[in-house]
């Protein structure tokens, strides 16, 4: 009677398994859709929409239940060419709440008078003029009153609640050196406004790459310092990030507020030439250099590792040259390692504990690796994962566990993730094309 039962509950668990697996197959072949994506961007968008007015909601403290309330300075650089979008900064800065700031306007040497700013600055006294030359560019931190520096560029917006939420966050931690927030800003390939919530700890890779701090409220005491080290023949935000790197290999102290306050022109990036200068002067020689890679390479090394991948040239299904991308073999050794020193220490707990924790490693594996192109080194992983576990399962004890057919009915009942490609390629076309 057991053995009919089992043989019964076994058929039960695979017409199950089987329904998933196709279940999971029809989710997929859905998510590689364009109008999937489409969906995904319309209800991203608007999420973030009921989220910004939760936010604006939020009730806000009077200006005098605050201990501190530094004034701010805005250093907005402009030329004749954007003449519109840095009145429409200027006019957002004075529509804050706070009124404890002042704008000085960097009009670069060369550029003809802007009138429309002069008349501007004679009726707000908190609006300066000041024109930068190379003789002078040292005197222009010393121009500022603030205890706190903002740069920022035509076209950026501020919201009114931007001084608030600064004086909430530096009452509760006054002794840091910068305070950045989130933003939005311009996105040109989607024609969009994009958010960008901003990592809550300090992060010196990814301001090599985006200049996520940039408009933070930077303390002048520490931006005086270290301005004799900066490099001065640059536009007002590529000095900000010299200054902000500066500020990083001072193990500056850097405080984030969680709140989206300011739609930005757009994100700098390192495509700027500019911006390339100021991280080049900080790279190490000794962790850098400069590999030829083309795609008629005949000899020499022709590939790459950076990052976990191998990049190497190749071709694509049409037959075009493709830049194609694999796991790199030392990370596939390590990771294959790693994966059996965690047997090793897990293969004691209960069946379901886990193969849970194991799907879970397997799907932080994807998330990482499932690039487009690379699903053979993904399943190759698997594959090797998979005869590891089964080993390691069979020395829990001195007797045998499992056997190879009976492993595979154990990863078929608790449903293993299965390698999967996470990188959807139609994305960034539905992007460009919006």
Known sequence: MNSILKRYRYKYVQLVNKELLLLRTIYHWIAARRLYVYWQQWNATRSYRKWGILQNELPLPELDSYDLHPKVTFLLEISSNNLIEAINTIRSIQNLRISSWEVIVVQVSGSA??????????????????????SNHINLYKECSGEFIIHCTAG??????LLDHFYQRINSSPSADVYYYDCEYWDKSSSTIMPFFKPAAFSPELILSVNYLSRGFIRKTQASQLFEKMEHNLSLLNQELDLLLHLSEANGDFQHIPHVLITQTSLLNVLDQQVELVVA?????EKTKVIELRRDQQSGKNSFDFLGFEFRWGKDRSGKPHLKRRTSRKKLRKSLKNFTDWCKANRHLRLDVLFKKLNAKLRGYYNYYGVIGNSASLMEFFKQATRILFKWLNRCSQRRSYTWRGFQELIEFFIIERPRVVERPKTIKVASSA
């Not at 950026?156 to 609640?161: A, G, R």
Request: charged fraction near 25%; glycine fraction near 0%; avoid cysteine.
């Open 281 to 285: 002067s900080y790279l190490s020689p």
């Open 113 to 134: 008078e802007i009138l429309e700013i002069s008349a501007m600055s004679q009726s707000d006294h908190r609006l300066k003029i000041f024109h930068l030359t190379k």
């Open 156 to 161: 950026d917006i501020f919201y009114e609640t």
